[in-house]
């Protein structure tokens, strides 16, 4: 059965450094989605990403985060300058077109120390 | 903002009881779909709700799109030892391109 995949899964870092997490969604979903969960809270949407280009964010989805399709499989976020408070899991998720389930990967588990 | 509630918090059932979680929101959803997370892992579609009414089955899981379109309800029955986890709902509406709002999850804990 198809799964959207996401690497790495740890990724410890330097406050101030930059990150970029990587997503192969399910290869014939269009429609892509970041979202983050901080250690024992809720699910939160960051972005969703639709025809190349973002087609909604969320406040915590500022200047720092970007998101990109650099090829026809892959799905990354960056974080350009890490803060202590970017420190949660990170979900890629992606839809098709006919129904609007959404589909996660395994998440990356992200530290900035 | 939309406000979605997810209740109760937590559930300690023994193996075999039946299980009833909910969620309510302040505004109209057309799509409910509930899952199940795992520690330390992403979470697991379950069932996908997108009629107002709707009553779909999974197995052992029961889940209602509420009338209103602002509640859905999950039921699982006759729980064994794996259905421990968190679950939660996740609704969208139609003015947004599938942004999902989630509860904050129901854990159960289930003994034997």
């Given at each position: 059965e198809p799964e959207v995949t996401q690497t790495p899964s740890h990724q410890v870092t330097q406050m101030g450094q930059e990150v970029i997490l990587r997503c192969v969604p399910?290869?014939?979903?269009l429609y892509f989605y970041w979202y983050r969960q901080i250690l024992g809270q809720k699910v939160e949407f960051l972005v969703s990403f639709y025809n190349n280009e973002i087609s909604e964010k969320s406040?915590?989805?500022?200047?720092q985060f970007s998101v990109e399709r650099p090829d026809g499989s892959n799905f990354t976020l960056k974080i350009r300058s890490t803060k202590l408070e970017d420190s949660a899991m990170y979900f890629c998720a992606s839809r098709g077109t006919a129904a609007w389930s959404q589909y996660f990967g395994p998440g990356t588990r992200l530290l900035v120390l | 903002g939309q406000q979605l509630n997810q209740s109760p918090q937590s559930m300690f059932i023994q193996e075999g009881e039946d299980v009833s979680m909910n969620c309510t929101s302040s505004s109209i959803f057309n799509t409910w779909l509930w899952y199940k997370q795992d520690p330390g892992e992403g979470p697991v579609l379950l069932i996908a709700l997108y009629k107002a009414g709707e009553l779909t089955s999974n197995g052992r899981l029961t889940a209602q799109f509420g009338i209103t379109r602002k509640d859905s309800f999950l039921n699982i029955s006759?729980?064994?030892?794996?259905?421990?986890g968190i679950y939660f709902c996740a609704g969208s509406s139609?003015?947004?391109?599938?942004?999902l709002q989630f509860g904050a999850g129901t854990q159960v804990v289930v003994t034997p």
């Open positions: 399910i290869s014939n979903h406040e915590i989805f500022d200047d | 006759a729980s064994i030892p794996s259905d421990v139609t003015d947004s391109w599938g942004k």
